[in-house]
């Protein structure tokens, strides 16, 4: 057929390097940009041939997110602009790691399995970050979609999560919203403005906020949405791409890593800081205090925040829904605890990705998921959103429709598809706002019990198998009986590994009642994994 010699000649100007092996990770491919060109065209062609399978627009996103800027990547967005479906990953790794000599044989192999219809119509949108890789990669991309005769629309820079949302808004005929960053902004901008215009006497003070773009897109995007929000919000944006390098010494996984605020910020005391990822799909906030400490407000905090103003939401409308919060093995212990024995809402762990949270909070009428690291959202039910709108609608008593008001412009103000730094900011800000809450007033809903989070080089991180949504591991030998006599050293202690899905590293978390213990445990924990996994270099260090 004429569409297979178009792929077999385009693929020729995106080679397969011989024997380059790489796997659909956690959240898509990740490597170096230079072995990226030839992932990027076959993942062209594989969004094409899943538009045709679902007859709707697919999403390819080129980036990074909190790398370094000489990595990039790649992540696939199904029809409702979540994920794409795990089966679909497995087709991804099979296609990009065929030899150049076997990719009609890999691509036809799909065709069959998936019973598609080449001809049929194919849509696929293509996003890019600000990486210096990132234009001559999304254009292998469009180079992919071309080549099997699929229709594309570059979107060029945008965030992760405004891509996954144009998809959204295109497969849903324009109901979710209108597909142009421009009809995100006013979406969103509106609902924000609705939640806020009626808080009385806000100060300029509480309307500021410092905000890091990481030096990436969402630096971009927030310039671009400033003046939509500007009466409500007050933004003093550092790393913004004009000076810095890209994630260096800043963004989201900086903070929450590192624990301290980003090099080149401002910081008054008391002041509500925060910092987003590199392709801003991540958030975290922070505050120093009049000591000089440096306080993180994570991903815990803000599903703890989240989840606690749509609960009295819910009690104050009369509103009899299920509201759940699903986090990760990484979820502070403090926040579990807040959330089951004081909050009393239902809390659910799985494994690190957000698909498999996203996963989970669909079970509920309103799942709020936020892995710690600050990825996250609220998910709403369609009966909800309908029960919510019946009671808008009413007239029913002033404040069970008040109440009603307030969680229809939340949920026009949550991004549904993906974890998105600006609506959550624009979000949580809202909340903060109508509570009349400090940052420290958040803060102290609970403490954090400290914790640690270390990385150990072992030559092959898959001998390293878990199960309990992670928290145990059960190869190799020995090595969860190890974790376990280390933990029941330390009081309140709580540890666990597992490999990343996005760096050759195995991931070790501790927690405990002290920093020192915390500290501690991480460091013996990492010993036994160096020892007992096939350690590579030099025997872990202890944290000074
Ligand atoms: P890995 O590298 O699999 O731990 C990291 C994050 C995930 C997720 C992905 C994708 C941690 C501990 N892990 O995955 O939560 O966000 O990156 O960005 O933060
Ligand atoms: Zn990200």
């Given at each position: 057929?004429?569409?297979?010699?178009?792929?077999?000649?385009?693929?020729?100007?995106?080679?397969?390097?011989?024997?380059?092996?790489?796997q659909?990770?956690?959240?898509?491919?990740?490597?170096?940009?230079?072995?990226?060109?030839?992932?990027?065209?076959?993942?062209?062609?594989?969004?094409?041939l899943?538009?045709k399978?679902?007859k709707?627009?697919?999403?390819?996103?080129?980036?990074?997110?909190?790398?370094?800027?000489?990595?990039?990547?790649?992540?696939?967005?199904?029809?409702m602009g979540?994920?794409?479906t795990?089966?679909?990953?497995?087709?991804a790794?099979?296609?990009?790691?065929?030899?150049?000599?076997?990719?009609?044989?890999?691509?036809k192999?799909?065709?069959?399995?998936?019973?598609?219809?080449?001809?049929?119509?194919?849509?696929v949108f293509?996003?890019k970050?600000?990486?210096?890789?990132?234009a001559?990669?999304s254009?292998a991309?469009?180079?992919?979609?071309?080549?099997?005769?699929?229709?594309?629309?570059?979107y060029g820079?945008?965030?992760?999560?405004?891509l996954?949302y144009?998809?959204?808004?295109?497969?849903?005929?324009?109901r979710?919203?209108?597909?142009?960053?421009?009809g995100?902004?006013?979406?969103?901008?509106?609902?924000?403005?609705?939640?806020?215009?009626?808080?009385?006497?806000?100060?300029?003070?509480?309307?500021?906020?410092?905000?890091?773009?990481?030096?990436?897109?969402g630096?971009?995007?927030?310039?671009e949405?400033e003046?939509?929000?500007?009466?409500?919000?007050?933004?003093?944006?550092?790393n913004?791409?004009?000076?810095?390098?890209?994630?260096?010494?800043c963004?989201?996984?900086?903070?929450?890593?590192?624990?301290?605020?980003?090099?080149?910020?401002?910081?008054?005391?008391?002041?509500?800081c925060?910092?987003?990822?590199?392709d801003?799909?991540?958030i975290?906030?922070y505050?120093?205090?009049?000591?000089?400490?440096?306080?993180?407000?994570?991903?815990?905090?803000?599903?703890?925040?989240?989840?606690?103003f749509?609960?009295?939401?819910?009690?104050?409308?009369?509103?009899?829904?299920?509201?759940?919060?699903?986090?990760?093995?990484?979820?502070?212990?403090?926040?579990?605890?807040?959330?089951?024995d004081t909050?009393?809402?239902?809390?659910?762990?799985t494994?690190?990705?957000?698909?498999?949270?996203?996963?989970?909070?669909?079970?509920?009428d309103i799942?709020?998921?936020f892995?710690?690291?600050?990825?996250?959202?609220?998910?709403?039910?369609?009966?909800?959103?309908?029960?919510?709108?019946?009671?808008?609608?009413?007239?029913?008593s002033?404040?069970?429709?008040?109440?009603a008001?307030?969680?229809?412009n939340?949920?026009?103000?949550?991004n549904?598809?993906?974890?998105?730094?600006?609506?959550?900011?624009?979000?949580?800000?809202?909340?903060?706002?109508?509570?009349?809450?400090?940052?420290?007033q958040?803060d102290?809903?609970?403490?954090?019990?400290?914790?640690?989070?270390?990385k150990v080089?072992v030559?092959?991180?898959?001998?390293?198998?878990?199960?309990?949504?992670?928290?145990?591991?059960?190869?190799?030998?020995?090595?969860?009986?190890?974790i376990?006599?280390?933990?029941?050293?330390?009081?309140?202690?709580?540890?666990?590994?597992?490999?990343?899905?996005?760096?050759?590293?195995?991931?070790?978390?501790a927690?405990?009642?002290?920093?020192?213990?915390?500290?501690?445990?991480?460091?013996?924990?990492?010993?036994?994994?160096?020892?007992?996994?096939?350690?590579?270099?030099?025997?872990?260090?202890?944290?000074q």
């Amino acid at each position: 057929m004429a569409q297979f010699q178009e792929v077999t000649q385009k693929s020729m100007q995106h080679p397969k390097p011989k024997g380059l092996d790489l796997q659909y990770g956690t959240a898509g491919f990740r490597d170096n940009a230079q072995h990226l060109d030839h992932i990027m065209f076959r993942m062209g062609l594989l969004a094409t041939l899943r538009s045709k399978k679902t007859k709707a627009t697919i999403g390819v996103m080129v980036t990074a997110s909190h790398n370094p800027e000489e990595d990039n990547g790649v992540k696939l967005i199904d029809p409702m602009g979540e994920m794409v479906t795990p089966a679909w990953e497995v087709y991804a790794t099979q296609l990009a790691n065929a030899e150049e000599e076997d990719l009609l044989t890999a691509l036809k192999d799909i065709i069959e399995r998936e019973g598609i219809n080449l001809a049929e119509e194919a849509n696929v949108f293509v996003g890019k970050d600000t990486r210096s890789s990132s234009a001559s990669l999304s254009q292998a991309v469009l180079d992919g979609v071309s080549a099997l005769g699929g229709h594309s629309k570059d979107y060029g820079l945008v965030t992760t999560p405004q891509l996954h949302y144009m998809v959204c808004c295109q497969n849903t005929q324009g109901r979710y919203g209108e597909a142009t960053v421009e009809g995100y902004y006013n979406k969103l901008s509106q609902a924000f403005l609705q939640l806020t215009s009626d808080v009385p006497n806000r100060t300029d003070d509480q309307k500021h906020l410092v905000v890091d773009g990481a030096n990436g897109i969402g630096a971009l995007k927030i310039r671009e949405m400033e003046g939509h929000i500007k009466k409500g919000l007050q933004i003093s944006l550092f790393n913004d791409g004009t000076g810095g390098k890209l994630n260096y010494q800043c963004g989201a996984d900086f903070v929450k890593v590192q624990q301290k605020a980003p090099a080149d910020i401002k910081m008054n005391v008391g002041e509500r800081c925060c910092s987003f990822d590199g392709d801003a799909d991540r958030i975290v906030y922070y505050y120093s205090d009049t000591e000089g400490r440096f306080h993180l407000l994570d991903g815990d905090k803000i599903a703890t925040l989240i989840s606690t103003f749509l609960k009295e939401l819910l009690t104050q409308a009369g509103l009899n829904l299920k509201i759940a919060v699903v986090q990760t093995a990484y979820a502070n212990g403090s926040s579990t605890h807040y959330l089951e024995d004081t909050m009393k809402v239902i809390v659910r762990c799985t494994k690190t990705g957000v698909k498999h949270l996203h996963h989970a909070a669909q079970e509920f009428d309103i799942g709020v998921y936020f892995e710690a690291n600050g990825h996250g959202t609220v998910l709403f039910s369609k009966a909800a959103e309908e029960k919510i709108q019946q009671l808008v609608d009413s007239s029913s008593s002033d404040e069970r429709r008040s109440a009603a008001i307030l969680l229809h412009n939340t949920v026009n103000l949550i991004n549904q598809t993906v974890g998105d730094a600006i609506s959550d900011m624009l979000i949580i800000e809202a909340i903060l706002a109508i509570k009349g809450m400090t940052v420290q007033q958040w803060d102290a809903i609970y403490t954090d019990l400290p914790n640690r989070q270390l990385k150990v080089k072992v030559s092959d991180r898959r001998v390293i198998d878990t199960t309990d949504a992670e928290r145990r591991t059960v190869s190799p030998a020995g090595l969860q009986g190890a974790i376990d006599s280390l933990v029941k050293k330390y009081r309140k202690a709580r540890s666990f590994v597992r490999p990343s899905g996005t760096e050759d590293v195995v991931r070790v978390y501790a927690e405990a009642e002290t920093q020192e213990s915390a500290d501690a445990l991480a460091n013996e924990v990492s010993l036994a994994v160096y020892r007992l996994a096939g350690g590579v270099g030099d025997e872990p260090k202890l944290l000074q």
